[in-house]
């Protein structure tokens, strides 16, 4: 039985919506106006909502809208009436990040299928086991994971895994990325992040820049898996997702045709098919240059000289003359008025209007022709000249959705008996309309009517998404009907069926929330999170709840030293543990000796279950909802919560954490910046992060603190640390100390400034922290 691929398209207007369908899509995710994480996407109105699910769904092409953000308590009831509206007019799914309003989602509207977003930060099988056991329906994985874990993941899990094919990729993990929020409180949790990562950067090591000029060190390449289609369809993966719901129609309506026939080559066992002229038209629509990612451990991921389109290249210059302020090119492709072109040394792009080839002005030229254009801004000789925008390709691109591409068959039945009402049936995959004629056949008195003629009006469906794949007649041989008749009876029948097919639901709300309770909770206490043995010792002498020391080779001494002030740990896996690593210390003695743990993802929290689990920043729990439901788990909060969210929270009984001081961690990353610098790409073990401290550093000098996890994952610190000095009325049980590259002696002062500030003392932020207050304020 051949396995059904769900290609699924993006589309950020209605005309990239008609796009991706007519270029062969099988489903559309798109966002409203409101709660959508491309905030700055064109999106859709309601109405443009409701014709897009009419659209789709006529065409057999399924509507998934994002409501991938985090949310506030006072963000829900719009969010009821946004649902209702939803399933109203027949969506088919939610793309959701926040736990919150999942439950809210399978409590109130259990007909909804619910897919995790990539923002839920999904990337290991027990991850995917726990929320399996939740009942969702799909599981959007992290873009870091590799084909053969997807495989594993395809292979024991009853959910349709959905994964990125093709486009922009992160580089930190979706939703796990603070970047553009701290820097310039734009969260990409709300679907606001600014593209920090697309800036240039400076690495420093001790304090001397080992670049000379700044790079793109944050700025991957775009995914590309079109040559490795047949790979991902056997591991198993259900949806192949394009990423763009920020491009044009026209890059959609090329991308989308090229994924389409290169899975449907597949099937046709056309495997060892060419895609170089398909790689070609890709890139001419938008590419960063292309990489397969971690999907496919390509080491080329990085696009560190230019962070933006690249286009395909197109010749170089041979001279530019400073009288006449024109450009001598030699073409090595084809070059149209109206194309756009780029020098990327001096970051100039400009649309071809006028084009001269021999002194004499042409609209084209071909490879290896020497041309000159007009040209205001000098280039060097030898520059090479790049393409980024195809004028004819656009066009073509533009005319394949102008006109319906797509027609569903159709079974007509025309039957009919003299002195009697003929009938018409239309039969649609399972559905069966029925129009009765308000006229009567008669006799014939001269010429009856032909069978042919009436095969011929039924069939007449040119601007439908209907094609007659059988006509059926039944009438008597001297029968006589008028065929005006036959035509009014063919619009009725396809005009009911359309209205069949698209009729909206009636949606009452039955939605009966408990009355919110805010419970009154007063400080209890402060908790640390150290990194070093020596940060550890500076603070066992000293009153604190809990003590939260990474999963690494020092958690043995650790707990050990703790033991001699009779203190206990709290191990905290992170965000980025290996799966086999929490397996190993789960099955190791360490383990017997420890009460609880602090789970920084739902994978660790799925495997260390027999334990009291405390749940992570990572967790991005940012309101009632998210809380309630995880009722069980004492949690630290959202880092981009503020106080007054905070105090607004209701019914919460489990301990509830605010971290009030530390660098956050701005970016969890896959990669490497170290060992990429040194070696051009991630080398496993290179040990270079430990020759040094390394920071990254902005056009604005801001340093940012890079530290490398046991499994050569980089951790990006904020340049400024959190600095909550005013605590008075904080509606929470303990408030949180995160330490990172402090020594011992730093520690311990900053401990010794927030028992005073407990104390209802006020202490000045010391003038040695370059401070933030983060979201607290707001």
């Known amino acids: 039985m051949k396995k059904q691929i769900e290609l699924l398209a993006p589309a950020g207007s209605y005309e990239a919506l008609q796009a991706a369908v007519q270029n062969g899509a099988n489903a559309i995710y798109l966002g409203g106006n409101d709660f959508s994480a491309r905030a700055f996407a064109t999106n859709f109105n309601r109405d443009e909502l409701k014709q897009a699910v009419i659209y789709s769904h006529l065409r057999n092409v399924k509507i998934y809208v994002t409501v991938n953000t985090l949310y506030e308590d006072n963000q829900f009831e719009n969010l009821k009436d946004y649902l209702l509206f939803l399933a109203s007019i027949n969506v088919d799914a939610l793309i959701i990040q926040d736990l919150g309003l999942m439950a809210y989602v399978k409590k109130y509207f259990p007909n909804f299928e619910i897919h995790m977003s990539t923002q839920t930060s999904i990337y290991s099988l027990s991850a995917v086991k726990y929320f399996e056991r939740l009942g969702v329906d799909r599981i959007v994985l992290a873009r870091e994971n590799s084909l053969e874990e997807i495989k594993n993941i395809c292979n024991n899990s009853k959910l349709d895994i959905e994964v990125f094919v093709h486009g922009a990729l992160c580089m930190s993990y979706s939703g796990q990325c603070l970047m553009s929020s701290m820097i310039a409180k734009r969260s990409g949790n709300k679907g606001a992040c600014g593209q920090p990562c697309r800036l240039a950067y400076k690495l420093q090591k001790d304090g001397k820049n080992l670049d000379q000029v700044p790079s793109y060190l944050l700025s991957p390449k775009d995914l590309c898996t079109i040559e490795n289609v047949g790979a991902l369809i056997e591991a198993g993966i259900t949806s192949f997702k394009i990423e763009g719901r920020m491009k044009r129609p026209e890059y959609v309506a090329i991308i989308v045709k090229q994924y389409r026939e290169a899975i449907d080559a597949y099937f046709?066992?056309?495997?060892?098919?060419?895609?170089?002229?398909?790689?070609?038209?890709?890139?001419?629509?938008?590419?960063?240059?292309?990489?397969?990612?971690?999907?496919?451990?390509?080491?080329?991921?990085?696009?560190?000289?230019?962070?933006?389109?690249?286009?395909?290249?197109?010749?170089?210059?041979l001279d530019y003359d400073k009288k006449r302020k024109v450009v001598k090119i030699k073409l090595i492709d084809k070059i149209k008025q109206g194309d756009r072109i780029s020098f990327k040394s001096v970051d100039y792009t400009r649309t071809i209007t006028k084009l001269f080839l021999n002194h004499r002005l042409v609209n084209q030229a071909v490879a290896k022709d020497i041309i000159e254009i007009e040209l205001n801004t000098p280039v060097k000789k030898?520059?090479?000249?790049?393409?980024?925008?195809?004028?004819?390709?656009?066009?073509?691109?533009?005319?394949?959705?102008?006109?319906?591409?797509?027609?569903?068959?159709?079974?007509?039945?025309?039957?009919?008996?003299?002195?009697?009402?003929?009938?018409?049936?239309?039969?649609?995959?399972?559905?069966?309309?029925?129009?009765?004629?308000?006229?009567?056949?008669?006799a014939a008195s001269k010429a009856p009517l032909n069978t042919k003629h009436i095969e011929k009006q039924l069939s007449k469906l040119?601007?439908?998404?209907?094609?007659?794949?059988?006509i059926i007649v039944e009438i008597p041989e001297n029968a006589f009907f008028?065929?005006?008749?036959?035509?009014?009876?063919?619009?009725?029948?396809?005009?009911?069926?359309?209205?069949?097919?698209?009729?909206?639901?009636?949606?009452?709300?039955?939605?009966?929330?408990?009355k919110t309770t805010h419970l009154i909770k007063t400080i209890k206490g402060i908790c640390v999170r150290v990194y070093s043995v020596e940060q550890l010792k500076a603070l066992l002498d000293v009153d604190i709840e809990a003590y939260y020391f990474p999963l690494s080779p020092q958690l043995k001494d650790a707990i050990e030293i703790a033991k001699k002030h009779h203190k206990k740990i709290i191990p905290f896996t992170g965000f980025l543990n290996d799966e086999k690593q929490l397996f190993n210390f789960k099955n190791s003695k360490l383990y017997l000796e420890i009460d609880a743990i602090l789970v920084g993802n739902y994978g660790a929290l799925e495997i260390f279950n027999d334990k009291k689990c405390i749940l992570d920043t990572t967790f991005n729990l940012y309101n009632s909802y998210a809380?309630?439901?995880?009722?069980?788990?004492?949690?630290?909060?959202?880092?981009e919560m503020s106080k007054k969210q905070i105090n607004n929270l209701s019914n919460i009984t489990q301990n509830i954490i605010v971290t009030v001081y530390g660098k956050t961690i701005n970016m969890h990353?896959?990669?490497?910046?170290?060992?990429?610098?040194?070696?051009?790409?991630?080398?496993?073990?290179?040990?270079?992060?430990?020759?040094?401290?390394?920071?990254?550093?902005?056009?604005?000098?801001?340093?940012?603190?890079?530290?490398?996890?046991?499994?050569?994952?980089?951790?990006?610190?904020?340049?400024?640390?959190?600095?909550?000095?005013?605590?008075?009325?904080?509606?929470?049980?303990?408030?949180?100390l995160s330490f990172s590259d402090e020594d011992g002696q730093t520690a311990r002062f900053i401990y010794d400034q927030f028992k005073q500030i407990l104390s209802g003392k006020i202490q000045q932020i010391p003038s040695f922290i370059n401070h933030t207050n983060g979201y607290f304020y707001d």
């Open 627 to 639: 809380l309630n439901y995880l009722k069980a788990y004492d949690a630290i909060l959202s880092l």
């Open 382 to 442: 030898g520059e090479s000249v790049y393409k980024i925008i195809d004028i004819e390709l656009i066009e073509k691109a533009h005319d394949s959705y102008q006109k319906e591409q797509i027609k569903n068959s159709i079974t007509m039945y025309f039957k009919g008996q003299i002195n009697d009402h003929p009938t018409l049936t239309i039969t649609y995959q399972d559905k069966t309309i029925t129009v009765v004629s308000k006229l009567i056949m008669e």
């Open 462 to 470: 040119g601007n439908t998404v209907f094609k007659a794949a059988d």
């Open 268 to 317: 046709q066992k056309q495997n060892s098919k060419n895609y170089s002229k398909q790689i070609k038209e890709m890139k001419q629509m938008f590419n960063r240059g292309f990489t397969g990612g971690y999907l496919l451990q390509d080491k080329d991921l990085m696009a560190d000289d230019y962070p933006g389109n690249r286009g395909i290249k197109l010749g170089s210059v």
């Open 669 to 736: 990353l896959k990669h490497c910046l170290i060992s990429n610098h040194y070696f051009k790409k991630k080398m496993i073990d290179c040990n270079m992060c430990k020759k040094g401290n390394y920071h990254l550093v902005d056009r604005k000098n801001e340093k940012f603190r890079i530290l490398t996890d046991n499994n050569c994952n980089n951790l990006i610190f904020n340049s400024h640390s959190l600095y909550i000095n005013k605590l008075d009325n904080l509606n929470v049980d303990f408030i949180l």
């Open 482 to 514: 008028s065929l005006k008749e036959i035509n009014e009876m063919r619009r009725q029948a396809i005009d009911k069926l359309v209205a069949f097919l698209t009729a909206f639901n009636s949606i009452a709300p039955l939605i009966e929330e408990k």
